[in-house]
Protein backbone atom coordinates (compact mmCIF):
# COMPACT_ATOMS: atom_id res chain seq x y z
CA UNK A 1 0.00 0.00 0.00
CA UNK A 2 1.70 3.04 -1.14
CA UNK A 3 1.51 6.37 1.24
CA UNK A 4 -0.84 8.39 -0.03
CA UNK A 5 -3.35 5.27 0.44
CA UNK A 6 -1.85 4.63 4.10
CA UNK A 7 -2.61 8.11 4.83
CA UNK A 8 -6.04 8.02 4.08
CA UNK A 9 -7.08 4.63 5.50
CA UNK A 10 -5.56 5.61 8.85
CA UNK A 11 -7.62 8.88 8.46
CA UNK A 12 -10.97 7.10 7.72
CA UNK A 13 -10.51 4.64 10.08
CA UNK A 14 -9.81 6.86 12.82
CA UNK A 15 -12.99 8.26 12.13
CA UNK A 16 -14.68 4.55 11.83
CA UNK A 17 -13.37 4.00 15.72
CA UNK A 18 -14.67 7.41 16.47
CA UNK A 19 -18.24 6.55 15.81
CA UNK A 20 -19.55 5.10 18.74
CA UNK A 21 -22.09 6.14 21.51
CA UNK A 22 -20.51 8.61 23.75
CA UNK A 23 -21.78 11.88 25.29
CA UNK A 24 -20.61 14.26 27.54
CA UNK A 25 -23.57 15.83 29.06
CA UNK A 26 -23.21 15.92 32.69
CA UNK A 27 -20.24 16.93 35.07
CA UNK A 28 -19.08 14.48 37.65
CA UNK A 29 -20.85 15.16 40.70
CA UNK A 30 -17.19 14.93 42.78
CA UNK A 31 -15.77 17.60 44.52
CA UNK A 32 -13.50 19.48 41.99
CA UNK A 33 -16.25 19.32 39.10
CA UNK A 34 -19.32 20.50 41.86
CA UNK A 35 -21.41 23.72 41.02
CA UNK A 36 -19.37 25.18 43.97
CA UNK A 37 -16.02 25.25 41.55
CA UNK A 38 -18.12 26.94 38.52
CA UNK A 39 -20.17 29.64 40.67
CA UNK A 40 -16.73 30.20 41.67
CA UNK A 41 -15.39 30.56 38.02
CA UNK A 42 -18.30 33.20 37.06
CA UNK A 43 -17.30 35.26 39.45
CA UNK A 44 -13.80 35.29 38.66
CA UNK A 45 -15.84 35.95 34.69
CA UNK A 46 -17.75 39.00 36.52
CA UNK A 47 -14.33 41.05 37.44
CA UNK A 48 -13.29 40.12 33.74
CA UNK A 49 -16.31 41.16 32.47
CA UNK A 50 -16.03 45.04 33.79
CA UNK A 51 -12.34 45.03 33.38
CA UNK A 52 -13.00 44.51 29.57
CA UNK A 53 -15.82 46.89 29.49
CA UNK A 54 -13.63 49.88 31.32
CA UNK A 55 -10.60 48.84 28.30
CA UNK A 56 -13.18 49.24 25.87
CA UNK A 57 -14.47 52.96 27.54
CA UNK A 58 -11.06 53.89 27.27
CA UNK A 59 -10.39 53.07 23.74
CA UNK A 60 -13.54 54.73 22.83
CA UNK A 61 -12.55 57.97 25.07
CA UNK A 62 -8.76 58.04 22.94
CA UNK A 63 -10.24 57.80 19.56
CA UNK A 64 -12.96 60.44 20.35
CA UNK A 65 -10.01 62.77 21.60
CA UNK A 66 -8.16 61.88 18.59
CA UNK A 67 -10.81 63.51 16.66
CA UNK A 68 -10.79 66.60 18.53
CA UNK A 69 -7.07 67.08 18.14
CA UNK A 70 -8.00 67.16 14.63
CA UNK A 71 -10.48 69.49 14.45
CA UNK A 72 -13.18 66.99 13.01
CA UNK A 73 -15.56 67.66 16.44
CA UNK A 74 -16.12 70.71 18.52
CA UNK A 75 -15.49 69.92 22.51
CA UNK A 76 -18.97 70.35 23.29
CA UNK A 77 -20.05 67.52 20.28
CA UNK A 78 -16.86 65.60 21.91
CA UNK A 79 -18.12 65.63 26.06
CA UNK A 80 -21.78 64.77 24.23
CA UNK A 81 -19.61 61.19 22.78
CA UNK A 82 -17.64 60.57 25.72
CA UNK A 83 -20.72 60.39 27.99
CA UNK A 84 -22.93 58.04 25.41
CA UNK A 85 -20.00 55.76 25.41
CA UNK A 86 -19.53 56.01 29.22
CA UNK A 87 -23.09 55.37 29.56
CA UNK A 88 -23.03 51.97 27.09
CA UNK A 89 -20.10 50.64 28.66
CA UNK A 90 -22.38 51.17 32.06
CA UNK A 91 -25.14 49.38 30.48
CA UNK A 92 -23.03 46.68 29.35
CA UNK A 93 -21.87 46.12 32.33
CA UNK A 94 -24.98 45.79 33.97
CA UNK A 95 -26.72 44.03 31.62
CA UNK A 96 -23.34 40.96 31.33
CA UNK A 97 -23.48 41.08 35.21
CA UNK A 98 -26.95 40.30 35.26
CA UNK A 99 -26.62 37.19 33.04
CA UNK A 100 -23.54 35.62 35.68
CA UNK A 101 -25.91 36.65 38.36
CA UNK A 102 -28.32 34.48 37.22
CA UNK A 103 -26.14 31.49 36.12
CA UNK A 104 -24.81 31.68 40.09
CA UNK A 105 -28.79 31.44 40.91
CA UNK A 106 -29.12 28.53 39.29
CA UNK A 107 -26.17 26.55 40.18
CA UNK A 108 -26.52 27.34 43.82
CA UNK A 109 -30.01 25.92 44.04
CA UNK A 110 -29.25 22.62 41.76
CA UNK A 111 -27.27 19.45 42.91
CA UNK A 112 -23.59 18.86 41.42
CA UNK A 113 -23.49 17.94 37.95
CA UNK A 114 -26.18 19.92 37.18
CA UNK A 115 -25.63 22.20 33.77
CA UNK A 116 -27.96 24.36 31.58
CA UNK A 117 -28.26 24.36 28.26
CA UNK A 118 -27.01 27.70 27.27
CA UNK A 119 -23.77 27.82 29.70
CA UNK A 120 -21.64 28.15 26.70
CA UNK A 121 -19.27 24.88 27.78
CA UNK A 122 -17.83 22.86 25.04
CA UNK A 123 -19.77 19.75 24.20
CA UNK A 124 -18.76 16.73 22.20
CA UNK A 125 -21.52 14.19 20.64
CA UNK A 126 -21.09 11.01 18.75
CA UNK A 127 -23.67 8.88 18.01
CA UNK A 128 -25.13 6.47 15.10
CA UNK A 129 -27.94 4.08 15.13
CA UNK A 130 -30.54 5.63 16.89
CA UNK A 131 -34.46 6.10 16.99
CA UNK A 132 -33.45 9.47 14.86
CA UNK A 133 -31.83 7.80 12.54
CA UNK A 134 -29.08 10.92 13.19
CA UNK A 135 -25.25 10.44 13.13
CA UNK A 136 -23.58 13.10 14.60
CA UNK A 137 -19.43 13.36 14.01
CA UNK A 138 -17.45 15.35 16.36
CA UNK A 139 -18.71 18.64 17.57
CA UNK A 140 -18.21 21.39 20.10
CA UNK A 141 -20.02 24.08 20.83
CA UNK A 142 -23.39 24.70 22.43
CA UNK A 143 -25.83 21.95 23.66
CA UNK A 144 -28.75 23.61 22.15
CA UNK A 145 -28.22 24.08 18.65
CA UNK A 146 -31.53 24.26 16.51
CA UNK A 147 -32.39 20.91 15.36
CA UNK A 148 -33.66 20.56 11.39
CA UNK A 149 -36.81 20.44 10.92
CA UNK A 150 -36.48 17.96 8.16
CA UNK A 151 -33.33 16.73 7.16
CA UNK A 152 -33.15 15.47 4.16
CA UNK A 153 -29.79 14.12 3.52
CA UNK A 154 -27.62 12.31 5.80
CA UNK A 155 -24.06 10.72 5.61
CA UNK A 156 -22.35 8.09 6.86
CA UNK A 157 -18.67 5.54 6.79
CA UNK A 158 -18.82 2.96 4.18
CA UNK A 159 -16.79 -0.36 5.22
CA UNK A 160 -16.60 -3.18 3.13
CA UNK A 161 -14.32 -6.80 2.83
CA UNK A 162 -14.96 -10.10 1.13
CA UNK A 163 -13.84 -12.60 -1.47
CA UNK A 164 -11.96 -11.54 -4.73
CA UNK A 165 -11.43 -12.80 -8.47
CA UNK A 166 -11.25 -12.59 -11.40
CA UNK A 167 -13.76 -13.59 -14.51
CA UNK A 168 -11.00 -14.32 -17.55
CA UNK A 169 -12.66 -14.22 -21.08
CA UNK A 170 -13.54 -17.69 -22.73
CA UNK A 171 -12.57 -19.45 -18.69
CA UNK A 172 -15.13 -20.36 -15.73
CA UNK A 173 -14.11 -18.68 -12.75
CA UNK A 174 -13.38 -22.50 -11.14
CA UNK A 175 -10.73 -22.56 -13.63
CA UNK A 176 -9.34 -18.85 -12.68
CA UNK A 177 -5.57 -18.74 -11.77
CA UNK A 178 -5.89 -16.95 -8.48
CA UNK A 179 -6.95 -18.74 -5.55
CA UNK A 180 -9.94 -18.13 -3.57
CA UNK A 181 -8.52 -17.93 -0.14
CA UNK A 182 -6.42 -15.02 0.20
CA UNK A 183 -8.09 -12.92 -2.75
CA UNK A 184 -10.11 -10.39 -1.25
CA UNK A 185 -11.01 -6.82 -1.27
CA UNK A 186 -11.62 -4.11 0.99
CA UNK A 187 -13.58 -1.28 0.40
CA UNK A 188 -13.62 2.03 2.77
CA UNK A 189 -15.41 5.53 1.76
CA UNK A 190 -17.99 8.01 3.17
CA UNK A 191 -21.29 8.49 1.41
CA UNK A 192 -24.42 11.18 1.71
CA UNK A 193 -27.85 10.13 1.44
CA UNK A 194 -30.72 11.79 0.14
CA UNK A 195 -34.39 11.49 0.08
CA UNK A 196 -35.57 12.06 -3.52
CA UNK A 197 -39.31 12.73 -2.31
CA UNK A 198 -40.80 15.37 -0.33
CA UNK A 199 -43.58 12.92 1.41
CA UNK A 200 -41.83 9.25 1.21
CA UNK A 201 -38.51 7.93 1.86
CA UNK A 202 -38.81 4.90 0.27
CA UNK A 203 -36.59 6.04 -3.03
CA UNK A 204 -33.08 7.38 -1.74
CA UNK A 205 -30.16 8.07 -3.65
CA UNK A 206 -26.49 7.31 -1.94
CA UNK A 207 -23.47 8.58 -3.15
CA UNK A 208 -19.84 9.28 -2.10
CA UNK A 209 -16.15 7.97 -2.77
CA UNK A 210 -14.42 5.18 -1.67
CA UNK A 211 -11.01 3.54 -1.56
CA UNK A 212 -10.78 -0.16 -2.93
CA UNK A 213 -8.39 -2.56 -2.78
CA UNK A 214 -8.76 -6.14 -4.91
CA UNK A 215 -6.30 -7.91 -4.42
CA UNK A 216 -5.15 -11.39 -6.18
CA UNK A 217 -3.37 -14.41 -4.75
CA UNK A 218 -1.82 -16.14 -7.85
CA UNK A 219 -1.66 -19.90 -8.08
CA UNK A 220 0.26 -22.48 -9.14
CA UNK A 221 4.09 -20.50 -8.43
CA UNK A 222 3.29 -18.45 -11.19
CA UNK A 223 3.83 -14.37 -11.35
CA UNK A 224 2.70 -11.34 -13.68
CA UNK A 225 5.08 -10.29 -16.41
CA UNK A 226 5.06 -7.85 -18.81
CA UNK A 227 6.60 -9.01 -22.08
CA UNK A 228 6.55 -5.80 -24.41
CA UNK A 229 2.92 -4.61 -22.76
CA UNK A 230 1.72 -7.74 -22.69
CA UNK A 231 0.48 -8.61 -19.21
CA UNK A 232 1.03 -13.13 -18.88
CA UNK A 233 1.46 -15.26 -15.90
CA UNK A 234 4.65 -17.32 -16.19
CA UNK A 235 6.21 -20.16 -13.60
CA UNK A 236 8.82 -18.39 -11.31
CA UNK A 237 12.35 -20.18 -11.40
CA UNK A 238 12.01 -20.90 -7.93
CA UNK A 239 9.37 -21.82 -5.42
CA UNK A 240 7.24 -19.05 -4.49
CA UNK A 241 5.78 -18.55 -0.82
CA UNK A 242 3.59 -16.06 -1.85
CA UNK A 243 2.75 -14.17 -5.32
CA UNK A 244 -0.32 -11.27 -5.15
CA UNK A 245 -1.13 -8.92 -6.76
CA UNK A 246 -2.98 -5.77 -5.83
CA UNK A 247 -4.94 -2.50 -7.57
CA UNK A 248 -5.94 0.42 -5.39
CA UNK A 249 -8.72 2.59 -6.96
CA UNK A 250 -10.57 5.91 -6.23
CA UNK A 251 -14.18 5.69 -7.14
CA UNK A 252 -17.20 7.38 -6.67
CA UNK A 253 -19.92 4.92 -6.29
CA UNK A 254 -24.18 5.93 -6.89
CA UNK A 255 -26.83 3.88 -5.87
CA UNK A 256 -30.36 4.34 -6.19
CA UNK A 257 -31.67 2.97 -2.56
CA UNK A 258 -35.34 1.65 -2.17
CA UNK A 259 -36.70 0.59 0.68
CA UNK A 260 -39.32 0.68 3.84
CA UNK A 261 -38.37 3.33 6.35
CA UNK A 262 -39.98 4.52 10.16
CA UNK A 263 -40.98 7.97 10.19
CA UNK A 264 -40.62 9.85 13.31
CA UNK A 265 -42.23 12.98 14.23
CA UNK A 266 -41.28 15.34 17.20
CA UNK A 267 -42.77 18.53 18.05
CA UNK A 268 -40.64 20.50 16.63
CA UNK A 269 -38.49 18.16 14.01
CA UNK A 270 -39.50 14.74 12.05
CA UNK A 271 -36.98 11.95 10.83
CA UNK A 272 -37.31 8.88 8.40
CA UNK A 273 -35.40 5.91 9.89
CA UNK A 274 -33.95 3.03 8.41
CA UNK A 275 -33.04 1.65 11.57
CA UNK A 276 -33.64 -2.65 11.45
CA UNK A 277 -35.08 -1.86 7.93
CA UNK A 278 -35.14 -4.10 4.51
CA UNK A 279 -33.25 -1.52 1.99
CA UNK A 280 -31.76 -2.71 -1.66
CA UNK A 281 -28.98 -0.63 -3.58
CA UNK A 282 -28.43 -0.90 -7.02
CA UNK A 283 -26.22 1.18 -8.94
CA UNK A 284 -22.31 1.87 -9.97
CA UNK A 285 -19.24 3.15 -9.64
CA UNK A 286 -16.42 5.38 -11.81
CA UNK A 287 -13.14 6.41 -10.94
CA UNK A 288 -9.18 6.15 -11.08
CA UNK A 289 -6.73 3.40 -10.41
CA UNK A 290 -3.90 5.10 -8.33
CA UNK A 291 -1.92 2.09 -8.07
CA UNK A 292 -0.77 -1.26 -8.45
CA UNK A 293 1.92 -3.45 -6.61
CA UNK A 294 2.77 -7.22 -7.15
CA UNK A 295 4.03 -8.88 -4.46
CA UNK A 296 6.50 -11.87 -4.16
CA UNK A 297 8.00 -13.81 -1.67
CA UNK A 298 10.69 -16.53 -1.88
CA UNK A 299 14.13 -17.91 -0.99
CA UNK A 300 17.21 -17.51 -2.50
CA UNK A 301 20.39 -18.99 -1.43
CA UNK A 302 19.02 -19.64 2.14
CA UNK A 303 17.92 -15.95 1.76
CA UNK A 304 14.38 -14.72 2.14
CA UNK A 305 13.68 -12.38 -0.40
CA UNK A 306 10.59 -10.13 -0.44
CA UNK A 307 9.98 -8.24 -3.74
CA UNK A 308 7.67 -5.44 -4.08
CA UNK A 309 6.95 -4.36 -7.87
CA UNK A 310 4.96 -1.31 -8.21
CA UNK A 311 3.79 0.01 -11.41
CA UNK A 312 4.20 -1.09 -15.15
CA UNK A 313 1.81 -3.68 -15.45
CA UNK A 314 -0.76 -1.67 -18.06
CA UNK A 315 -3.27 -1.47 -15.23
CA UNK A 316 -6.37 0.28 -16.43
CA UNK A 317 -5.92 3.59 -15.32
CA UNK A 318 -9.92 4.30 -15.60
CA UNK A 319 -11.98 1.96 -13.67
CA UNK A 320 -15.80 1.31 -13.87
CA UNK A 321 -18.65 -0.90 -12.66
CA UNK A 322 -21.63 -1.92 -11.50
CA UNK A 323 -22.46 -2.51 -7.48
CA UNK A 324 -25.57 -4.03 -5.68
CA UNK A 325 -26.08 -4.27 -1.86
CA UNK A 326 -28.98 -6.23 -0.25
CA UNK A 327 -29.51 -4.90 3.69
CA UNK A 328 -31.29 -5.37 6.70
CA UNK A 329 -30.25 -2.48 8.82
CA UNK A 330 -26.29 -2.04 8.33
CA UNK A 331 -24.92 -5.21 7.41
CA UNK A 332 -25.35 -6.24 3.19
CA UNK A 333 -24.70 -8.65 1.42
CA UNK A 334 -22.03 -6.49 -1.30
CA UNK A 335 -21.50 -7.66 -4.97
CA UNK A 336 -19.30 -5.36 -6.77
CA UNK A 337 -17.82 -6.24 -10.72
CA UNK A 338 -15.68 -4.11 -12.61
CA UNK A 339 -16.98 -3.68 -16.45
CA UNK A 340 -13.20 -2.55 -17.55
CA UNK A 341 -10.86 -5.26 -18.15
CA UNK A 342 -8.09 -5.58 -15.47
CA UNK A 343 -5.07 -4.71 -18.04
CA UNK A 344 -5.49 -2.48 -20.70
CA UNK A 345 -4.94 -3.74 -24.75
CA UNK A 346 -4.85 -7.24 -23.69
CA UNK A 347 -5.94 -10.61 -26.16
CA UNK A 348 -7.92 -11.90 -23.24
CA UNK A 349 -9.83 -9.15 -20.85
CA UNK A 350 -10.15 -10.79 -17.22
CA UNK A 351 -13.00 -8.50 -14.68
CA UNK A 352 -12.50 -7.90 -11.57
CA UNK A 353 -15.17 -9.51 -9.39
CA UNK A 354 -16.03 -8.96 -5.15
CA UNK A 355 -18.14 -10.65 -2.98
CA UNK A 356 -18.38 -9.70 0.38
CA UNK A 357 -19.95 -7.76 3.60
CA UNK A 358 -20.85 -4.23 3.47
CA UNK A 359 -21.37 -2.13 6.53
CA UNK A 360 -22.97 1.75 5.92
CA UNK A 361 -22.92 3.36 9.85
CA UNK A 362 -25.82 5.49 9.35
Known sequence: MNTITRLVVYLIISLTVATVNAQETKIDSTKKSS??????????????????EREFLKKEIESINDRLD??????????????????????NIENRLAIIDNKIALLGRNEPGYETNNDGDAYFSI?????????TAVRFGKKNKLRKYDRRTTSDIVFAFGFNNALIEGQDLGDSP?????????????????????N??????????????????????????NNNDEITLQE?????????????????????????????????????????RFK???????????????KLKYKEDGNRIKDKQRGGFEVNEFVYGLSGYLAWGDVALYVKYDLNP????????????SVGLRFDMD
Not at 70 to 87: D, G, M
Not at 280 to 294: C, D, H, K, T
Request: net charge positive.
Open 70 to 91: AKQITAEEAETLKKEAAKKRAA
Open 280 to 294: VGLGGYAGLNIGSMQ
Open 200 to 225: TNFWRVKYGFSFQWNKLNIKDNQFFV
Open 178 to 198: YKIAGSGFMELGYAWKTRIFD
Open 342 to 353: LFKNQPVDQNNI
Open 35 to 52: NYYKIEALKELKTKIEKE
Open 127 to 135: KFGDDDDEW
Open 236 to 276: FPVELNKAKFRTTNLVFPVHLEFGPSKKIERKNYFRYSTYN
